[in-house]
């Protein structure tokens, strides 16, 4: 069964870090192209990181540049989300996506076209 299921999320003040997880079973996560895109309440979604397996291109939102990183244990089919310098508007469920069946270049939207995403996981920065 192909599957993403990401953790990590939480409550935390502004200022400081979380890092989200999604791990993968069924495919394997270093062959196909990874996007984390977000939804706050009430607003529309936003793609946050798009890393391609198809050329290696990296895309990062403008929001997000120099406060998020990605990384990824291949040993266990995880990557990840390290989020610093969170803000409020960094409030949102965040998901993970990606799809065996699709390498392509990284984009702000990438993750529509990827049709396996994780449960979401709520992140909350408040004080």
């Known amino acids: 069964q192909v599957q993403l299921v990401e953790s990590g999320g939480g409550l935390v003040q502004p200022g400081g870090s979380l890092r989200l997880s999604c791990a993968a079973s069924?495919?394997?996560?270093?062959?196909?192209?990874i996007g984390w895109f977000r939804q706050a309440p009430g607003k529309e979604r936003e793609g946050v990181l798009c890393?391609?397996?198809?050329?290696?291109?990296?895309y990062y939102a403008d929001s997000v540049k120099g406060r998020f990183t990605f990384s990824r244990d291949n040993a266990k089919n995880t990557v990840y989300l390290q989020m610093n310098n969170l803000k409020p508007e960094d409030t949102a469920v965040y998901y993970c996506?990606?799809?065996?069946?699709?390498?392509?270049?990284?984009?702000?939207?990438?993750?529509?076209?990827?049709?396996?995403w994780g449960q979401g996981t709520l992140v909350t920065v408040s004080p």
């Open positions: 996506a990606s799809d065996p069946g699709v390498r392509i270049a990284a984009s702000s939207d990438c993750y529509r076209y990827l049709e396996v």
């Open positions: 069924g495919f394997t996560l270093d062959y196909y192209t």
């Open positions: 890393i391609s397996s198809l050329d290696g291109s990296i």
